[in-house]
């Protein structure tokens, strides 16, 4: 029972004061519903308005990958470094401790491996799991161009209705064929499907050429994602052009878990990322605390 002897008065109202209503910081999430942007503001971080995502997420389709062969000693030491973990609920449960305050994004798309056509994807995972697991976006691939690229939209799309309905985001991932151009254009064509369709975010690779024009036609953020190990001053390079031309920050798994020090290196990536760092003054943190041990 609240005491309600004695109750002190309202006074303190600020007739002079309006009350404030202020925009969202993240590009094209201004209409969006408070669960969504609150799980998008721990995604991205409010004050640089970007993200470093840890990828390891690669096992879902092809096995234990080099240097996630075990997620508890090699990538558990990582996680203080991200934004974000983007991993699967069977690595989520059974080696990431539920303490962490990290923000998860949740691959729910899956049942292709390396061994047959990877396009070939249904949705993996329950609403009722993402809720229950508190993540914050739920990742789907979708292949533009591929085999079974209208099945991978709709995948898409109905985890945008179904995570619309509970405040949970979702993240589309363009992947791209073997035989298909990496270029401006087709990342252009695949965002833009993605953004229309109802995508709260997209995942998408660097072209050298013109990868303002694919964030610039995007009107929801874009990550830039890693892909195959290159080395250490070259990664740090493209996350830095990433960023200045238009991305809301990176999701890198190889570039960092198989680097020679993954703690240096993903640190150097958040500085570049969250701080603008330079490419080289960036490569020299990375050495230094790589010294460091
Ligand atoms: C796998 C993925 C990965 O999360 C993505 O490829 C990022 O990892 P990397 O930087 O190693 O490419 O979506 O399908």
């Known amino acids: 029972m609240p005491d309600i002897d004695g109750i002190k ?54 096995g234990p990958t080099t240097g996630l062969e075990r997620v508890d000693i090699n990538i558990l030491p990582l996680a203080p470094y991200a934004d974000t973990l983007m991993l699967t609920r069977g690595i989520l449960r059974s080696v990431v401790p539920p303490s962490t305050s990290k923000a998860i994004v949740l691959r729910v798309s899956g049942g292709a491996s390396i061994l047959k056509e990877l396009s070939n ?26 085999e079974y690229e209208k099945e991978s939209i709709i995948n898409m799309t109905r985890m945008v209705d179904i995570g619309n309905r509970y405040g949970i985001p979702t993240l589309a991932v363009t992947a791209v064929g073997k035989d298909m151009a990496r270029d401006a254009k087709y990342f252009q064509l695949a965002c833009r499907i993605c953004a229309e369709l109802g995508a709260h975010y997209i995942k998408t690779y660097y072209v050298e050429k013109d990868f303002d024009t694919v964030t610039a036609s995007c009107p929801v953020p874009i990550v830039m994602v890693g892909g195959k190990k290159i080395p250490e001053l070259d ?25 020679d020090a993954p703690v240096a290196m993903i640190q150097a990536d958040g500085a570049v990322v969250h701080q603008n760092m330079t490419p080289a003054d960036a490569f020299d943190l990375y050495r230094s605390l790589k010294e460091k041990g």
């Open 9 to 62: 008065e309202a006074k303190n109202f600020y007739t002079d004061r309006p009350q404030t209503c202020e925009g969202f910081f993240l590009k094209g999430s201004n209409s969006l519903d408070w669960g969504i942007k609150n799980r998008l503001a721990r995604i991205f971080n409010p004050q640089s308005g970007r993200t470093v995502m840890l990828a390891i997420d690669h096992g879902y389709f092809q």
């Open 235 to 259: 990664a740090l390079t493209m996350a830095y052009n990433a960023v200045q031309q238009g991305a809301s920050g990176v999701d890198m798994g190889r570039n960092i878990f198989q680097s």
């Open 121 to 146: 994807e249904d949705i993996a995972v329950d609403i009722e799991e993402s809720i229950r697991l508190n993540v914050c976006p739920m990742a789907v691939q979708v292949f533009i161009g591929g």
